[in-house]
Structure formats: structure tokens, C-alpha cells
């Protein structure tokens, strides 16, 4: 039987907004087993990205709940949110976010702000994994977009986590580099790793184990393979 | 780099990130940094200029002499104006018995006893003064007032040193004492041309009064003008200290006086505040710009698990290493201004300007923290704002 890594339970959220409020979520329940490799599909606007950053304890919902394995994310103190997310969660951004004064490799150890939950990865291969290594010395505007978002995603796993959440990883790649950054995706679920991904493409249906789609804040479909 | 220690067991030390950060954003840092030195060389040009004017006013002022004469209460003052002293006395102890009076140097300081009277000298008559200790302000470390002459010198004024053809290091006898000729004082076009200055004790000798004086010369410290009515005040207190006794004001001089402390004064009230806040502006404004830029950034640490006080500290961090860089450029800036502009702004006490390095630690201590307050707001309101917002790819 599956083992659940985390759930949420009527999650809600509105933004503020001119006339108005944006329902972002609406209601929205959700388990997610270790091991699965989740791809969160819909259109600009549908919220997905909200219940990602909400997945990930970034982004308090107005109703619901978030729970990881006995915690309650939003009912514990800030700092041991942030110790939660140092620990078990990986993030990689459409936008690569890395920051831009650090060389590669910092960026990369940038990730491991607390001790990890399992032992972290060694960097080098990690780079080398990610065919990084002539460029650790490489501020991130010296690089292309596929290997600024190779970078970013050596620093989500750089510490082992439990769960990588991936907002559009591929939206600003081509396709090969899109190809390798969900190959490794699906390297990491292979060693026992969670992956939630959010996408409005197609290209990862093959790797998915399970997709969503959104539409107006609420889950709409969902197919297992 | 070390794995397995977090980013804290790599090069990534808070200094570290900080400094390349510096680095990236360095027209950022540039122009804070730049902010901060000028304000810091405002005050410290201020502070040293400041203490100049008071040193040359102190000395201008030496040079004209108290404007406080304190007289017995009983002098005939027809006397007192027609001679230029009084024909009363009182015991040489009546100065320190002012001196003593708790919270006297107020309103009154550099108290020095003096003992007047008309001698006879070459066949004409001069005015003999003799200067006891200056008492000063026990809480100040400033070099009494008005002449120090030992017993046995004098100083002569112009008149009195051209009717006896001496210079100094001669000497003469006045009632039977020999005195040496210390000082031949320039031609005023007072009656200090008619003087002779000597000790307390010669003056005394001279004219036969031991141990008594027939005034105190002081300075008064309210500093204020004709038009503030200082005399009633002065007056107030010496009814209450020293009820034997009555004060007169040079209001010439005290008005000088006065207006030269107002306007150094008046000049440091409208100068410092707009060195704050032109340098607390200038950095916030900047460190403001400077979070915006880094608003991904900050919630990109956020994402990666980092704590509000790690985020605070990269933030305010900055602000306390530019204020050091601010304070010591600053200081070295303002200390050259000043040393540059002393010799045209103070002909006599130009050469006692000098670095001062109580101001260097000063500004050490008191700019980084001063940029921390300015950049705190900024700050703040980064740490507070929604991390999400400024991730999220829709």
C-alpha cells in the first residue's frame, strides 16, 4: 500500500484584487504518496503555481490544510517551517532564481541551509551529473538558460530532500534541455523522491505517474498511469 | 567547499555574501556609501570647525578682556567710573567663596581676583592691576583667561612701558619692589595703555592691602544678547552668592561674546540635523532600491529555508559595513576640509586645528549604526512582504 508524504485538505485562497477578490484555490484536496512523480497541469491563471508555493509552505492559505507526514505546515512557528522546508523540500523555479552573485557551485550549496534529512550529494558530482563542472566558477549571467535551470535544479537536490516542487521548470528551456531536466526529475523519484510538477505544457506526461489538471482554482481531472 | 555542513561550513560566510553582493550591486553601494561619507565629513568638518570658533572666540575674547566686573556692593561708583576701579575692598577669599557656590559656573566663569589702584611712576600716575588664579569651571577643561603673571613680572601697557624706555626683560621698581618686564603690551587705545599688570600678591605689596581685592573679572556663560536682558539674571545670582557684592556687564564685549557663541551655535543646530537627515534619506532611499531589486532574491532564501534573522543580517549587515566605510572616508574627507579651510577661517588658532581621533571612533560607533536605522524600514518591510509573490511563474 502507498504511503502518503503529504496532503491537503480544502485549501482556499483569494487575492486581493481591483473590484474585488481572485479565487487562486478553491477548495482543493490532495494526496500525494512518496515516490510519485505529480504533474499539476492548466492554464496561466488556474492557480497551480499558488498550490505548489502552498505545498511548500511558502504560501498560507486562507482556508485548508497542508499536512506532512504528523505536521500541521501552517500550524507550526515560522522558523520551524523554514527548518521543514530546509530540510525536505527542493524548489526549482521557471525563472531559475538563482542568485545572481554567487558562482554556480555557491549557488548550489546555497541549498543546503540546514542540515538535510538524509546526507546531501556531493556538489561536484552533482555538477558533473548535470554536465556543470566547466562552469562552477560561472556567475549566472554567464550562462544559458538550460544551464542556469541545470544549476538550479543541482541546488534543489543537492540536500536529498524528501519532495522537489517545480514551478514550470521547462517553460523557458528548449526541448533538450527541457528533456534533461525532467530525466533528472525522474532520476530523483527513482531513488525514492517526491516530485509535485507544474506545467501548462505536454512534454511531461511520459514521466508523470500521476497528472492533475486545474481549471479556476479547483482540480478538474485526474489520470494515473 | 564543504559538503555536508551547510553553506555555513562553505565560503559562504555572512561577510562573504555580503561583499559579493557589494560587488554586484556596486553603483548601489557606490552611492550609499558616498551618502554616508558626506555626511559624516559634514559633521566631522562641523564638530572640528565648531571647536575652532571656540577656541578662537575663547582667544579673541582673552584678548579683550572679562566683561564681568564684580565690585563690593558699597563702592561709590562716581569713584568707581572716574578712577576705573573701586575704592572698596573685599577679602582675597570672597573668590573662592563665589567659586564654591553650587551651580555657579553657570552662569559665571574664568573668576580671577584683582586688586586695583592709581601708583605713581616717573613722575605721572598709572593704573597698577594685579591678577590672582583664574578660578574655571571645574567641569571644563579650558585654559583659564587673561594674562598668568608670576610674582615678580609685569606687564606693562603701551604708554607706561614708552614713558619708562623698557622691553621686555628689563626691569623696574614701583614703591620700592622690583618688578621684570615680562610683556610690553601693543597700544590698545584703552586705559589698558596706562596699566601695569602684576601678580595678586605684588599688586597687594604695592598697595598695602594684604589679602584683599577690590573686584572679581569673570565671563558670564548665559550668552546672551543686549536685547535678552542677561544683567537681571546675572544680577539674580550674585544677590543670592555673594549679597556683599554687586556685578557690572560690559555689554560691548558680552554682546560679541554672545553673538559669535549664537551663530557657531545656530550654525551646528541647522547643520546637524541636515547631515542626519540628508545621510539617513540618501541610505534608506538606496537600501529601499536595493530590496526591491532583491525581492526574488530574498524570497528565493526564503524557498531555500532561511530564516528572517539570516535575511536581516545580509540586509542590515550591508548597512553596518557601509557605514564603517562611510565613517572612516568621512572622517578623513571632513577632517581634510577642515584642515584645509582653518588657516582663512582662524588667523589665531589655526594651527591647534588637528585630526581628531575621538571623532574617527565616533563616527566608527555611530554610522553603521545610524545606516542600520535607515536601512531598517526597507528591511523590515522585505522580511514581511510575501515571498510567493515574487516566484511564482504566473
Given amino acids: 500500500m502507498a504511503q502518503s508524504l503529504m496532503s491537503c485538505t480544502g485549501l482556499s485562497r483569494a487575492f486581493p484584487a481591483p473590484g474585488g477578490s481572485i479565487q487562486a484555490l478553491d477548495e482543493v484536496s490532495l494526496r500525494v504518496e512518496r515516490g510519485e512523480f505529480v504533474v499539476i497541469k492548466g492554464p496561466s491563471g488556474c492557480g497551480k503555481s499558488t498550490l505548489l508555493l502552498t505545498l511548500g509552505g511558502m504560501q498560507r492559505p486562507t482556508r485548508g490544510s497542508v499536512v506532512f507526514g504528523d505536521a500541521e505546515l501552517y500550524g507550526l512557528p515560522a522558523t520551524e517551517r523554514n527548518r521543514w522546508r530546509a530540510r525536505e523540500v527542493g524548489f526549482v523555479f521557471q525563472l531559475f532564481h538563482l542568485i545572481p552573485y554567487l558562482s554556480v557551485r555557491d549557488n548550489v550549496a546555497a541549498g543546503l541551509a540546514e542540515s538535510p534529512s538524509k546526507t546531501p550529494r556531493s556538489i561536484d558530482d552533482l555538477l558533473d551529473s548535470l554536465k556543470l563542472s566547466d562552469r562552477a566558477r560561472s556567475l549566472p549571467n554567464m550562462l544559458s538558460a538550460g544551464e542556469r535551470q541545470r544549476a538550479a535544479l543541482a541546488r534543489a537536490l543537492v540536500k536529498n530532500p524528501s519532495l522537489i516542487l517545480a514551478d514550470e521548470p521547462t517553460g523557458n528551456l528548449d526541448p533538450t534541455n527541457a528533456a534533461i531536466v525532467f530525466e533528472k526529475l525522474s532520476a530523483f523519484r527513482e531513488t525514492g523522491g517526491t516530485v509535485v510538477v507544474v506545467t501548462h505544457g505536454h512534454d511531461t506526461t511520459p514521466h508523470a505517474s500521476r497528472t492533475l489538471e486545474m481549471e479556476q482554482g479547483r482540480i478538474v481531472r485526474q489520470s494515473t498511469r | ?394
Fill in chain 2, 1 to 394: 567547499m564543504v559538503v555536508g555542513q551547510g553553506w555555513k561550513g562553505s565560503r559562504m560566510t555572512l561577510l562573504s555574501l555580503i561583499l559579493r553582493e557589494w560587488r554586484h550591486h556596486w553603483i548601489n553601494a557606490l552611492l550609499s556609501t558616498v551618502g554616508l561619507t558626506i555626511a559624516v565629513a559634514l559633521l566631522v568638518a562641523l564638530r572640528m570647525t565648531t571647536g575652532a570658533a571656540e577656541r578662537e572666540t575663547r582667544r579673541v575674547m582673552r584678548d579683550l578682556g572679562f566683561n564681568l566686573r564684580i565690585i563690593p556692593k558699597t563702592t561709590d561708583m562716581d569713584y568707581f567710573w572716574t578712577h576705573g576701579f573701586s575704592d572698596q575692598t573685599m577679602p582675597e577669599s570672597t573668590v573662592r567663596t563665589l567659586a564654591d557656590q553650587s551651580g555657579i559656573f553657570v552662569t559665571f566663569n574664568h573668576l580671577t581676583p584683582a586688586l586695583e589702584g592709581r601708583v605713581a611712576l616717573a613722575g605721572a600716575s598709572a593704573i597698577l592691576t594685579g591678577l590672582g588664579e583664574t578660578i574655571v569651571s571645574p567641569h571644563e577643561g579650558r585654559q583659564p583667561m587673561g594674562f598668568r603673571i608670576k610674582p615678580g613680572e609685569a606687564f606693562l601697557g603701551h604708554s607706561v612701558a614708552q614713558r619708562l624706555q623698557v622691553k621686555k626683560g628689563d626691569t623696574f621698581e614701583l614703591a620700592g619692589k622690583k618688578l621684570r618686564v615680562e610683556k610690553a603690551l601693543s597700544e590698545s587705545g584703552t586705559d589698558e595703555d596706562l596699566r601695569i599688570f602684576t601678580s595678586l600678591r605684588d599688586a597687594q605689596a604695592v598697595l598695602q592691602s594684604p589679602h584683599r581685592i577690590n573686584e572679581i573679572k569673570a565671563i558670564d556663560c548665559l550668552c546672551l544678547t543686549a536685547d535678552q536682558d542677561p544683567l537681571s539674571k546675572l544680577r539674580q545670582v550674585i544677590e543670592t552668592a555673594l549679597p556683599e557684592a554687586k556685578v557690572l556687564q560690559l555689554r560691548t564685549l558680552a554682546d560679541a561674546r554672545a553673538r559669535q557663541r549664537q551663530m557657531a551655535e545656530k550654525m551646528a543646530a541647522y547643520a546637524t540635523p541636515l547631515a542626519l537627515g540628508f545621510g539617513g534619506t540618501w541610505v534608506g532611499l538606496l537600501a529601499w532600491l536595493n530590496v526591491r531589486e532583491r525581492r526574488a532574491e530574498i524570497g528565493l532564501w526564503r524557498a531555500l529555508g532561511h530564516g528572517s534573522g539570516r535575511l536581516a543580517g545580509l540586509l542590515l549587515g550591508k548597512a553596518v559595513l557601509l557605514g564603517l566605510l562611510g565613517a572612516a572616508a568621512g572622517f578623513a574627507l571632513g577632517t581634510g576640509l577642515a584642515l584645509a579651510a582653518g588657516p582663512s577661517l582662524f588667523q589665531v588658532t589655526a594651527k591647534s586645528l588637528q585630526a581628531d581621533p575621538q571623532l574617527l571612533w565616533k563616527a566608527l560607533a555611530w554610522t553603521p549604526l545610524f545606516a542600520a536605522i535607515a536601512s531598517l524600514p526597507p528591511a523590515l518591510k522585505a522580511l514581511a512582504d510575501d515571498p510567493a509573490l515574487s516566484l511564482r511563474a504566473d
